[in-house]
């Protein structure tokens, strides 16, 4: 399965997953608050379809499906399309698609549904006249104003997903940094070289759209590389790797140098497009962190350790020794000899450093 799914697959199939069990949490609470409303069989209105255990196993199937559906539209078509406009707009503009989209699947689910309560083909005249009672009965708009709010719950988890970051969100609903923990991560310190002057050759404006198209060509990399973004802070980006991921310390040396490729590719649209390119150095290092959530107005998932000190002082040596990477020994030890070809620099005082630290570069 590993091997068959490639990293923007593996990632929609996380992303999705939440929105399904959204769905399937929402319809289970519908379908009892409608059973407990309804009561005995006996009263349940004729455009509606009685719970039976069939009926109930085909709804759930149906809300799953549903909500993989919809999440995987979500995040491979129409969050593309709405990306421009800002959030009550894209909410609402979302919303008119899904809902339409919805009263479609209501009108195949309710079909399938029908045919299996009636025991009858699909196409049988006492579905259609089934469906044709539901369509105009209270049951209907009840159904809608159900799907509505299950869209709307999901949309907002995809926006707030979006700002926050997939891994972020999952942490803060699971809790798994709500009491600190020690664990110890890889961090990798990147940032553009030259972008003052970039900075001040586009304008703000134009700057702006020039670090939006950075980021997101160095993306497909971080994600196939099983990295997580910890920071944007202006030009540099801030990327961890946990020591649980498997081949953690070579996926971001590896990682490092596909996205200098995926730059590279894109080399003739940036010349075509600003009449810059866009460049970056970068410095690696492992040690102990204290994760947790931290923020009194705004809650966030911070690291604290010297590990991140290291590495961005180590990051601003690569000016000094005119080179794209460096890395440090914790690096250089946790990776197999052969696989990189590490050359010591000797020890280094970096600044607001007491002890010196001994940095390689890596050559390719």
Known sequence: MEALLSAKHKRLLSQSLPIAVIWL???????????????????????????????????SISVILIGFLVGFIEYRFINALFKPYRFVVKLLGKFVFYLLFMELLVFVTFIIAASIEQNSSMFSSVVWDKYQVFFGSITHASTLIQLAFSMLLSLFYVEVSEHLGHSVLTNFITGKYHRPKSETRLFMFSDMKSSTHIAETLGHDTYFEFLASYYNDLSDAILRHKGEVYQYVGDEIV????????????????????????????????????????????????????????????????????????????QSECQTYGVDLLVSKAVVDAVPSAQY??????????????QAVEVFLVGV
């Open 25 to 59: 949490l929402t319809g289970w609470v519908f379908l009892w608050t409608e059973q407990a409303i309804i009561g005995h069989e006996e009263n349940t209105p004729d455009s509606a379809i009685s719970l039976t255990p069939q009926v109930f196993l085909f709804a």
């Open 341 to 354: 070809p590490f050359e010591s620099l000797g020890s280094v005082q970096l600044k607001g450093k007491t």
């Open 239 to 314: 990327l961890t790797w946990p020591s649980t991921t498997a081949r953690f310390v070579p996926l971001s040396l590896d990682c490092f140098y596909a996205m200098k490729a995926d730059l590279e590719r894109r080399r003739p649209f940036y010349l075509q497009q600003y009449g810059v390119y866009p460049d970056f150095k970068a410095a690696i290092h492992i040690g102990e962190v204290t994760t947790g959530e931290i923020g009194a107005l705004k809650k966030d998932i911070f690291f604290t350790g010297d590990v991140l000190n290291t590495a961005a002082r180590l």
